[in-house]
C-alpha cells in the first residue's frame, strides 16, 4: 500500500464523516492505493463506529495525547507514506496533490504551511495567528535553522520510515514540534507547501489549550536546544560578571552620578558563578544527548573535549582553588593586622570576594571534570557491557 490517511480523532462525529469523505474523494481522484486510518483516543461519541460504517479503518489508542494517538497510527498504518491531519473538518482532504507529489518526489516530510496558503475568517484565535504561532515558529527556526514557516501545522506527509526512525517519544500537542525538529537533526528532507485552514465544524471547543500547549512547545524547544537554554545565557552572565569583577578589584567605578562599588562586586561574583554553572550544564547535556544519540556530534565540541581533557580540568581547578587561597590568607593576614577586630568592608572585601569567586569556580570546574568523566564511563559501559 502506497499511502495511509491518517485522522487521531477524539469526539469528532460531527465532522469525522465529512473528513473520511473527503479523504476517499482525493484517494479516488489521485487514483491512489491508499487506506483511511481512524487513531480513536477514547470517543465516547460514537466516532469509532462512524469511521467503521465508511469502510475507514479504526485503531483503539489507551493513552491519552495528541502525539500518543498519532504514534500508534504511525505504527499501526500500512502506507509507505502517511498524510495526517485533524479530523475536525479544518483540513481540506480534497487538497492533497502538492503532499503526494512532493512525498513522491523523494522528501521525508512534507510540512504544510496555513499562513501561505490562506488562513479563513475565524479558523485561527487571533492570539494563536498572531504571537502564538509566529513565535514559536521564529524560535524554532532560530535554534534550530529548521526553514519551516509554521511549525505547528497540523497537516503533514512523510514517509513511515523516516519518522518511525527519529524516536518520537512526545504524547502531547507538543509532538508536532518534535517531529520537525528530530526530522531536521536526522538531516531528513523537508519541504513546505501551501495549506489553508477553515474554521472547524465541531459545536464543542476544540481540545487545544492555548497557554498549556503553547508551554509545552516551548519547553520542548528548549529542552531540545542546550545551547539556547543553558550555553548562551551562561556565557553571557559569566563574561558580563567576569568583566565587572575586575572593574571593581581596584576601587569603584563612577558612571556619571552613579557609583559601582563593593556591593555591585557581590552581584558580579554571583552572576559569574551562575554563569559558570549554566555552561557546564550546557556542556553536561550536550554530552548526555549526544551518548544517548539524541544530538549528533558537535565537531567543535568534539575538539574542545578531546583538547581539555580531565586531568587539564583537574590542573586547572586545583589552580583556582589555590589562587582563591592566597586571596583569602591575604585578607586573613589584613584581619591579624587589626587584631581580629572590626574590619571597614571597603578595606578588605574586593580581596575577599575575588577569593571566593575563584574558589568556588575552581570547585565547579573540578566537580565539571569528574562528572563528564562518570557520564562517559556509564554511557562506554552501557554502550559495550561484558557478554
Given at each position: 500500500?502506497?499511502?495511509?490517511?491518517?485522522?487521531?480523532?477524539?469526539?469528532?462525529?460531527?465532522?469525522?464523516?465529512?473528513?473520511?469523505?473527503?479523504?476517499?474523494?482525493?484517494?479516488?481522484?489521485?487514483?491512489?492505493?491508499?487506506?483511511?486510518?481512524?487513531?480513536?483516543?477514547?470517543?465516547?461519541?460514537?466516532?469509532?463506529?462512524?469511521?467503521?460504517?465508511?469502510?475507514?479503518?479504526?485503531?483503539?489508542?489507551?493513552?491519552?495525547?495528541?502525539?500518543?494517538?498519532?504514534?500508534?497510527?504511525?505504527?499501526?498504518?500500512?502506507?509507505?507514506?502517511?498524510?495526517?491531519?485533524?479530523?475536525d473538518?479544518?483540513?481540506?482532504?480534497?487538497q492533497?496533490?502538492?503532499?503526494?507529489?512532493?512525498?513522491?518526489?523523494?522528501?521525508?516530510?512534507?510540512?504544510?504551511?496555513?499562513?501561505?496558503?490562506?488562513?479563513?475568517?475565524?479558523?485561527?484565535?487571533?492570539?494563536?495567528?498572531?504571537?502564538?504561532?509566529?513565535?514559536?515558529?521564529?524560535?524554532g527556526?532560530?535554534?534550530?535553522?529548521?526553514?519551516?514557516?509554521?511549525?505547528?501545522?497540523?497537516?503533514?506527509?512523510?514517509?513511515?520510515?523516516?519518522?518511525?526512525?527519529?524516536?518520537?517519544v512526545?504524547?502531547?500537542?507538543?509532538?508536532?514540534?518534535?517531529?520537525v525538529?528530530?526530522?531536521?537533526?536526522?538531516?531528513?528532507?523537508?519541504?513546505?507547501?501551501?495549506?489553508?485552514l477553515?474554521?472547524?465544524g465541531?459545536?464543542?471547543?476544540?481540545?487545544?489549550?492555548s497557554w498549556?500547549?503553547?508551554?509545552?512547545?516551548l519547553?520542548?524547544?528548549?529542552?531540545?536546544?542546550?545551547r539556547?537554554?543553558f550555553?548562551?545565557?551562561?556565557?553571557?552572565?559569566?563574561?558580563?560578571?567576569?568583566?565587572?569583577?575586575?572593574?571593581?578589584?581596584?576601587?569603584?567605578?563612577?558612571?556619571?552620578?552613579?557609583?559601582?562599588?563593593?556591593?555591585?562586586?557581590?552581584?558580579?561574583?554571583?552572576?559569574?558563578?551562575?554563569?559558570?554553572?549554566?555552561?557546564?550544564?550546557?556542556?553536561?547535556?550536550?554530552?548526555?544527548?549526544?551518548?544517548?544519540?539524541?544530538?549528533?556530534s558537535?565537531?567543535?565540541?568534539t575538539?574542545?573535549?578531546?583538547?581539555?581533557?580531565?586531568?587539564?580540568l583537574?590542573l586547572?581547578?586545583?589552580?583556582?582553588?589555590?589562587?582563591?587561597?592566597?586571596?583569602?590568607?591575604?585578607?586573613?593576614?589584613?584581619?591579624?593586622?587589626?587584631?581580629?577586630?572590626?574590619?571597614?568592608p571597603?578595606?578588605?572585601?574586593?580581596t575577599?570576594?575575588?577569593?571566593?569567586?575563584?574558589?568556588?569556580?575552581g570547585?565547579?570546574?573540578?566537580?565539571?571534570?569528574?562528572?563528564?568523566?562518570?557520564?562517559?564511563?556509564?554511557?562506554?559501559?552501557?554502550?559495550?557491557?561484558?557478554?
Amino acid at each position: 500500500m502506497e499511502f495511509t490517511i491518517l485522522m487521531p480523532c477524539l469526539n469528532e462525529a460531527e465532522t469525522l464523516a465529512t473528513c473520511i469523505g473527503k479523504a476517499n474523494q482525493s484517494i479516488h481522484e489521485h487514483g491512489l492505493r491508499a487506506e483511511v486510518l481512524i487513531a480513536d483516543n477514547g470517543s465516547t461519541d460514537g466516532s469509532q463506529q462512524i469511521a467503521r460504517e465508511l469502510h475507514a479503518r479504526v485503531i483503539d489508542v489507551q493513552t491519552k495525547g495528541y502525539g500518543s494517538a498519532l504514534k500508534a497510527g504511525i505504527h499501526a498504518a500500512k502506507g509507505t507514506y502517511i498524510i495526517m491531519a485533524d479530523a475536525d473538518d479544518s483540513y481540506d482532504f480534497l487538497q492533497l496533490g502538492p503532499f503526494i507529489e512532493k512525498l513522491r518526489g523523494g522528501y521525508d516530510l512534507v510540512m504544510g504551511n496555513r499562513f501561505a496558503g490562506g488562513i479563513a475568517k475565524g479558523a485561527m484565535p487571533p492570539l494563536h495567528r498572531y504571537l502564538g504561532n509566529p513565535i514559536l515558529s521564529f524560535v524554532g527556526r532560530l535554534f534550530f535553522s529548521i526553514p519551516v514557516g509554521d511549525f505547528h501545522c497540523g497537516l503533514r506527509g512523510f514517509r513511515k520510515q523516516s519518522i518511525e526512525k527519529l524516536g518520537l517519544v512526545c504524547d502531547g500537542m507538543e509532538f508536532a514540534s518534535e517531529m520537525v525538529v528530530k526530522a531536521a537533526k536526522k538531516k531528513c528532507r523537508i519541504v513546505e507547501v501551501p495549506t489553508t485552514l477553515s474554521p472547524d465544524g465541531r459545536s464543542r471547543p476544540p481540545h487545544l489549550n492555548s497557554w498549556r500547549d503553547g508551554w509545552r512547545h516551548l519547553k520542548f524547544l528548549l529542552i531540545y536546544s542546550p545551547r539556547w537554554l543553558f550555553l548562551y545565557p551562561g556565557l553571557f552572565f559569566f563574561i558580563v560578571g567576569l568583566i565587572a569583577l575586575l572593574a571593581l578589584y581596584n576601587g569603584p567605578v563612577q558612571i556619571m552620578r552613579i557609583s559601582f562599588d563593593i556591593h555591585t562586586m557581590v552581584y558580579a561574583c554571583a552572576t559569574t558563578l551562575i554563569g559558570l554553572q549554566l555552561i557546564h550544564v550546557a556542556m553536561f547535556t550536550r554530552l548526555l544527548g549526544t551518548k544517548l544519540k539524541l544530538f549528533d556530534s558537535h565537531q567543535l565540541l568534539t575538539i574542545i573535549r578531546d583538547t581539555i581533557t580531565i586531568e587539564l580540568l583537574i590542573l586547572l581547578g586545583v589552580l583556582m582553588i589555590i589562587a582563591g587561597n592566597f586571596w583569602a590568607f591575604d585578607a586573613l593576614t589584613a584581619w591579624k593586622e587589626q587584631d581580629f577586630g572590626a574590619m571597614y568592608p571597603s578595606e578588605t572585601m574586593r580581596t575577599v570576594i575575588m577569593s571566593v569567586t575563584l574558589t568556588i569556580s575552581g570547585v565547579q570546574v573540578l566537580i565539571y571534570a569528574f562528572f563528564t568523566s562518570v557520564i562517559e564511563f556509564f554511557a562506554s559501559s552501557y554502550e559495550n557491557p561484558l557478554s
